[in-house]
């Protein structure tokens, strides 16, 4: 069990461009969340997945934003044209059908310039 | 819309002596509540969670209390070590049915040797 990884763990980009991040749950694991994370605050939930299927999305997920798992495995968030506010930690986590424990990838860190 | 209010946001403790955080959520459908340490540059990592049909939890020096009715949830930390500081997140959710885990702003813990 290799845990949840997200790459890259930093990204510097400046305004205007786009990024894409990229998690890779736990094998067996099902459903996938994303989330953001400001400083000196809890983790803000912006979708989720079970298997391929994108089954909720928060109010905090603008146009601009987008999430796939293609084929139920890995996934990834694209962000277009990147403002300074989207600067934050990006974190996944994957859980099992099972339990609603979900473990988390140590994020990717974005800063928008 | 829901919410999960945490308090307090800092807490120093001399090493040996307990630290207790509290949670208040507002959505009562809620069932499942986990807890998160958060050390710097690392994701969340699930310490003890506890579910609606019980209202203590213990897992060696961690505890975790739940009251239904009011809506609120604790955790205990006994004979803390500097090893236990960090940021502390609740949180609150669905369970299974519904995944959004909604998270309290953190406390950050300070265990003093």
């Known amino acids: 069990d290799t845990g949840v990884s997200q790459n890259p763990r930093h990204k510097i980009t400046k305004r205007g461009q786009n990024v894409t991040f990229r998690c890779d749950p736990i094998?067996?694991?099902?459903?996938l969340y994303w989330y953001r994370q400001t400083l000196g605050q809890g983790p803000e939930f912006l979708t989720y997945f079970q298997n391929e299927a994108q089954l909720e999305k928060s109010r905090l997920l603008s146009d601009r934003f987008s999430a796939e798992r293609p084929k139920g495995s890995f996934s990834t968030l694209e962000i277009q044209r990147t403002e300074q506010g989207d600067s934050a930690m990006y974190l996944c986590?994957?859980?099992?059908?099972?339990?609603?424990?979900?473990?988390f990838g140590a994020g990717t860190r974005l800063s928008v310039l | 819309g829901e919410n999960v209010e945490q308090h307090p946001s800092t807490l120093s403790v001399q090493e040996g002596d307990s630290a207790v955080i509290k949670c208040t959520y507002s959505?009562?459908?809620?069932?499942?509540f986990p807890w998160y340490k958060q050390e710097l540059g690392k994701g969340p990592q699930l310490i003890i969670d506890?579910?609606?049909?019980?209202g203590e939890k213990k897992d060696q020096r961690i505890a975790v209390t739940l009251n239904k009715t009011a809506k609120h949830f604790s955790l205990h930390i006994t004979e803390t070590q500097p090893e236990d500081s960090a940021v502390y997140f609740c949180a609150a959710s669905l369970g299974t049915g519904g995944f959004k885990t909604i998270f309290g702003a953190g406390t950050r813990l300070f265990v003093k040797a």
């Open positions: 959505d009562s459908a809620s069932n499942y």
């Open positions: 094998s067996e694991h099902n459903r």
């Open positions: 506890i579910r609606s049909n019980v």
């Open positions: 986590a994957s859980s099992a059908i099972a339990k609603n424990i979900q473990y």
